[in-house]
């Protein structure tokens, strides 16, 4: 798979800055806490977060190592800030029960299933401790995969995991968080012109394409809009 390109991802104008808002607002956290960023990116959600933590620390993890050179580059030497390369899917590298709240933004539908997120998040919760996340959720994008085979039949994606509700909440439950909330958020999201359509398919959507196939799919979206369907999800550690 095509590695991420930070530095071209940080420089779009992303919908991910309201997404990661939303995500952090739920937290409400307060100075002294400790949170976690599951699938940090190149840090944009967490050095807002940051602001929040001025005695506290922050996690950044992700899997990328491009996107976490970015990460670094955006925190330097700040103290309070620990980069960490992970695989979500995987138990996190932090002891047990350690973190006040985790955050996640954009990143858990690149997971093939949810199976074992949810259970390394609460793993790595204090008790008490809270959790909000978002990422795409069921029908996200639909319109715009739809229009594919227009483009090419034989073109494969790769494997995203867009969960429901009612599934999402039984995973949460056996993983044994508390006051659970689930829900799926329409954000059709337009992009000012072609070329930052283009290029803003070709940096986040469709990675693997080349630039012909980049062009078509930018032609055939006629209100260069992509019509985002987000799963928000917010619980807490018994």
């Not at 420089?11 to 937290?27: D, F, K, N, S």
């Not at 985790?102 to 990143?107: E, G, T």
Request: charged share 20%.
């Amino acid at each position: 798979m095509t590695v991420w390109d930070g530095a071209a991802y940080d420089a779009l104008p992303l919908p991910h800055e309201q997404w990661g808002i939303r995500t952090i607002a739920a937290l409400n956290l307060q100075p002294n806490e400790t949170l976690l960023d599951a699938g940090c990116g190149t840090g944009r959600d967490a050095q807002l977060a940051l602001e929040q933590l001025t005695y506290g620390a922050l996690i950044c993890v992700d899997q990328s190592s491009t996107m976490l050179d970015q990460c670094q580059s955006r925190f330097g030497q700040d103290a309070r800030v620990r980069i960490l390369e992970g695989d979500l899917d995987k138990a996190l590298s932090v002891e047990a029960a350690s973190v006040d709240a985790i955050m996640s933004v954009a990143a858990l539908h690149w997971l093939a299933d949810h199976n074992n997120v949810w259970r390394h998040f609460y793993a790595a919760l204090k008790p008490g401790g809270r959790l909000a996340t978002d990422c795409g959720g069921f029908g996200n994008l639909g319109k715009t995969l739809a229009l594919v085979p227009q483009i090419d039949p034989n073109i494969k994606f790769p494997d995203w995991y867009y969960a429901n509700v009612s599934n999402t909440e039984q995973l949460l439950k056996d993983a044994g968080f508390v006051d659970i909330q689930v829900s799926l958020r329409p954000h059709p999201t337009p992009l000012p012109d072609k070329e930052t359509l283009a290029t803003y398919l070709r940096t986040l959507v469709f990675r693997e394409w080349n630039t012909d196939q980049i062009a078509k799919m930018s032609d055939l979206l006629t209100d260069n809009t992509l019509d985002y369907v987000r799963l928000e999800v917010r619980a807490n550690k018994a």
